[in-house]
């Protein structure tokens, strides 16, 4: 049973574009969302998180969108840059403490031309 | 800097060898898990520790033992190497409360012959 379901698989955009990447989930008591990123060769880092009391967070040119009741939330990259092509993995967990046993989505390598 | 050093960075090995992998982080953090990352699948929690001898089973477990004798150290054994191991393997810890954030190592890339 896939719990964190990612898509697309690949995405390629120009630069200045948009890149957005969907996830769906299904376990309700997910709490905590977050999204990585990951060149390779590297481990992933947290790019951006966001919790269900709110349906938006912005940082930067990076925006979680949220639908609770949906039970899906998307990444969008504004102008998109070269410098973000990696792969993006979606991920949920329900918190407790300190303990984040995160649920992964299969990820999304973007690629973003010149 | 995470502060999280994974060894070995790459290894060979052969069917039905054991394998250890060793992660160990300098911040003495209570949270440790071990993933591993496979085309297609994304990232999958094997084991995670929630302090000294403290361990638990994550969604693919199976031929995996972990140990964990010293805060800084969270071993990940493969018993018994099969080719289905053959994968890149992530340490990552949880720095606290409230953050949610894991910090992940450089990760091994194991191959089984």
């Known amino acids: 049973q896939q719990q964190v379901k990612q898509s697309p698989q690949s995405l390629i955009v120009q630069k200045g574009g948009i890149s957005i990447i969907n996830c769906a989930y299904e376990?309700?008591?997910?709490?905590?969302f977050p999204w990585y990123q990951q060149f390779p060769g590297k481990g992933p880092a947290l790019l951006i998180a966001?919790?269900?009391?709110?349906s938006e967070k912005k940082e930067g040119r990076f925006t979680i969108s949220f639908n609770k009741s949906a039970k899906q939330f998307s990444l969008h990259i504004m102008d998109s840059q070269p410098g973000d092509s990696a792969t993006y993995f979606c991920a949920a967990s329900k918190s407790w403490g300190s303990n984040y046993k995160l649920t992964f989505g299969k990820g999304t390598l973007l690629t973003v031309n010149p | 800097d995470a502060g999280i050093t994974q060894s070995p960075r790459h290894k060979v090995t052969e069917t039905g060898t054991p394998v250890t992998l060793r992660c160990h982080q300098t911040?003495?953090?209570?949270?440790m898990y071990w993933y591993r990352q496979d085309p297609g699948h994304g990232l999958r929690l094997i084991h995670y520790?929630?302090?000294?001898?403290?361990?638990d089973k994550g969604e693919v477990s199976d031929g995996y033992s972990v140990s964990r004798s010293k805060t800084e150290d969270f071993l990940l054994t493969l018993e018994s190497a099969t080719s289905s191991q053959t994968s890149v393997y992530f340490c990552?810890?949880?720095?606290?409360?409230?953050?949610?954030?894991?910090?992940f190592g450089e990760g091994s890339r194991l191959t089984v012959l």
């Open positions: 966001i919790r269900p009391d709110v």
């Open positions: 911040e003495n953090h209570r949270y």
């Open positions: 376990n309700t008591a997910f709490d905590y």
């Open positions: 520790s929630y302090g000294v001898k403290d361990t």
């Open positions: 990552a810890i949880s720095k606290g409360p409230g953050t949610g954030e894991l910090f």
